[in-house]
């Protein structure tokens, strides 16, 4: 998605990552190569919240089109543009407000007008569409406490780790991913 410059698509994917029922995956997570673990701490910088999404806004606007903007800060700048702003004073129109609106508007319809031109992969829309959607949060979590059920000190052995990279369990695990994606190929 940062590739690409789908910013909306990207916070989507790592607010998912975030969520409890995916990021208390410690097992899952441990799997992972240390460089796709720093990507991803990249990208959490990159969309993190703090200063109204300062380092997301930066990239969006060096970006060149075609770009799919990340919506949730442009609906905020409208809304404060809109709410923060007198429309009036004194039966005179505040044209810094309409024109900050103008301008929001201008820019997403801007974005809009370039579009990307991709290929069809057949086989891998298709692997989309057969995807489960769970939108429950509670369902989400039970789900992940199936794949990843909670273990208690009692059963941990502390001088071992939980889980290794060469366990059984960690080579069936990613048999299953490789499995389903040479299912696309």
Not at 44 to 57: A, G, I, K, Q, Y
Not at 114 to 121: E, G, L
Not at 147 to 155: D, G, Y
Request: charged letters at 25%.
């Amino acid at each position: 998605m940062r590739t690409i410059q789908n910013f909306d698509g990207m916070k989507a994917i790592v607010t998912a990552l975030q969520s409890v029922s995916v990021f208390r995956l410690k097992v899952s997570w441990e799997i992972l190569q240390q460089s796709t673990k720093n990507i991803f701490k990249n990208l959490v910088h990159l969309c993190s919240e703090d200063n109204n999404f300062t380092e997301l806004r930066k990239i969006m606007n060096i970006a060149i089109p075609p770009t799919i903007p990340f919506i949730g800060s442009t609906l905020t700048d409208l809304i404060y543009t809109s709410d923060g702003n007198k429309a009036s004073t004194n039966n005179k129109y505040n044209f810094y407000k309409l024109r900050g609106i103008g301008n929001l508007i201008k820019e997403i319809q801007m974005k809009q007008k370039t579009s990307f031109s991709f290929n069809i992969a057949p086989n891998v829309r298709d692997f989309i569409n057969s995807i489960q959607v769970i939108s429950n949060e509670d369902q989400l979590f039970n789900l992940s406490q199936k794949h990843e059920p909670k273990v208690t000190e009692k059963f941990i052995d502390l001088t071992k780790k939980p889980y290794k990279h060469d366990s059984k369990e960690a080579k069936e695990l990613l048999k299953s991913y490789l499995k389903r994606i040479k299912q696309l190929k």
